[in-house]
């Protein structure tokens, strides 16, 4: 009876946990590892395990680092059963083949340039048919599944998005019982549409996400919310340009459009344009309209006075490319596009053409993965790389912490207070190493319970209850020697390289004289 961690260990991304109980393998989640480019190099190398041995897959929601490689384990010959809520089996028919266009797009495009170059072609992680055999293996289930004699799940609300689930899981081998919860994501409470958390009492095993694990938000009510995003529209528009919103085309841009209509009809902002570009959210939110029983007070409330939480004559949603394209030139509007992390997307182009406009607004409302174009320009990047081009960032970067689907450090410290028992351990994951050490401290200072940190590769043995087996070439706790960290650095070398780029041709333009300009070079291309 084990767990075996592959993924959102020293990261936020690639969920993918392992679990073997009797003669039974199954997976909790299987997700896309997101980031910097060695990060998602990952996603390109073999499973650590066969997936023609692994029985099931249970997914906690239909992001798609927790659900992005179910195609790539298809293709790779899984054929079991994966096991969603319905409203995440109804996602993820949209969310996979999206991703799977996403893959075979944008590797054409690099298959383009490395033709130019001289380097082989690549091939896509996976493609449109691989998408299409994974969506006739999902099973959409109301609240419980079993797996053979050995396992019995149980799917609870995790507050994080339409249909997200914590997980407890019953696992039974040679007469012995042990009760593990997977925690999923954990949304923060008052947050639009959907519910807040469930809570549970007691369980031998948890493992938590920590995604914030280290950060304590500003607490901001839904009034505070929307008087923030009142104030940076007027703002936005006041000064002309168009209001950028990279936005995750599941939850958070059903959560905008929901503030959006109450602004409106509110007049506390003006009737401007709102684009949706993005196919995807489009199709999520036809999901999200499906499961009106699954909405919060507020969203229900909305629903009952307006009949759609979601319409609105000033909302306009683009299907074709030519539809996004022929935004560039315009002004004035307010335009959600994803991926919310910048990382991939129709948000690029928009990026492209609004980024060195000093009248546009650039305005993030959700986490941004470290190395992510997102990232660097919260953290004040002033030149980025788009496309393989410099643009210089004048616009207005602004940042609304309330739409985070995640709990805070309080959130999470609450969720897990509501526990009485941890009878063996809680495990750390899905968070950065700083993230999940400072939530790790605080589980054992005020609760007391066993808490371990995992990395990546590392196995836990339930019915041992001894310290979990290091991954191999790791130090033991016989206190061998430890090897590189196996986690990727948060910046990595091409970031590195992106970063060097732009200051290269920086000095170039700034430095007049030929001879330091020569001298330079000389030396870097002596070092190489």
Not at 303 to 325: C, V, W, Y
Not at 424 to 446: C, P, Q, T
């Amino acid at each position: 009876m084990k767990i075996h961690f592959h993924g959102a260990v020293g990261m936020v991304t690639g969920s993918c946990y392992r679990v073997e109980v009797g003669q039974t393998r199954f997976l909790v989640d299987c997700g896309m590892f997101q980031g910097n480019k060695t990060l998602k190099e990952r996603n390109y190398g073999d499973f650590p395990f066969d997936p023609a041995q692994i029985d099931a897959v249970l997914v906690t929601h239909a992001h798609i680092d927790h659900i992005g490689l179910l195609p790539k384990l298809v293709k790779k010959g899984f054929r079991g059963t994966i096991y969603a809520t319905r409203p995440t089996a109804d996602l993820m028919t949209f969310m996979l083949p999206d991703s799977a266009r996403i893959q075979v797009t944008e590797v054409a495009q690099k298959n383009q340039r490395n033709e130019r170059k001289g380097l082989p072609p690549l091939e896509p992680i996976y493609d449109e048919e691989d998408a299409e055999r994974t969506l006739a293996l999902i099973k959409g289930v109301d609240s419980s599944v079993t797996i053979g004699d050995s396992v019995r799940a149980v799917f609870r609300n995790a507050g994080h998005v339409l249909g997200s689930a914590f997980i407890e899981i019953t696992l039974t081998e040679g007469g012995q019982t042990k009760k593990v919860v997977f925690s999923g994501d954990l949304g923060a409470k008052d947050h639009p549409i959907v519910e807040d958390p469930e809570v549970f009492t007691e369980t031998d095993c948890l493992l938590v996400e920590s995604t914030y694990g280290n950060r304590v938000r500003a607490e901001e009510k839904k009034k505070d919310r929307l008087k923030a995003l009142a104030t940076i529209v007027r703002d936005a528009l006041k000064r002309g340009g168009n209001l950028i919103i990279p936005a995750f085309a599941l939850e958070r841009s059903q959560d905008l459009m929901h503030d959006l209509i109450i602004l409106m009809d509110n007049r506390e902002i003006p009737f401007a344009k709102v684009i949706i570009d993005s196919p995807l959210a489009a199709n999520a939110t036809k999901v999200f309209a499906r499961y009106p029983e699954l909405y919060d007070e507020d969203a229900t409330a909305l629903l009952k006075a307006q009949g759609s939480i979601f319409e609105h004559p000033n909302f306009t949603f683009t299907r074709s490319a030519e539809d996004s394209m022929a935004l560039n030139g315009q002004k004035g509007l307010i335009i959600m596009s994803a991926s919310g992390m910048c990382d991939a997307g129709r948000i690029k182009h928009h990026l492209k053409h609004n980024l060195w406009r000093r009248e546009s607004t650039v305005l993030f409302v959700g986490y941004q993965a470290e190395g992510t174009l997102g990232r660097l320009l919260l953290d004040g990047a002033k030149v980025v790389r788009i496309h393989g081009e410099e643009v210089r960032v004048e616009a207005q970067i602004r940042e609304i912490t309330g739409y985070s689907g995640h709990a805070d450090q309080n959130g999470l410290m609450e969720w897990i207070g509501s526990i009485n028992a941890v009878r063996d351990r809680v495990f750390v994951v899905h968070g950065e190493d700083d993230a999940r050490a400072e939530l790790a401290r605080l589980i054992r200072e005020k609760k007391g319970f066993s808490v371990h940190v995992p990395r990546m590769g590392e196995s836990f043995d339930l019915l041992a209850n001894v310290a979990p087996a290091p991954a191999p070439g790791q130090a033991s706790a016989a206190g061998a020697p430890a090897p590189a960290p196996a986690v990727t650095p948060a910046h990595d070398s091409f970031n590195l390289y992106a970063d060097l780029t732009i200051r290269l041709a920086e000095f170039m333009r700034r430095e007049k004289d030929e001879s330091r300009r020569r001298t330079l070079l000389e030396e870097l291309l002596r070092k190489m």
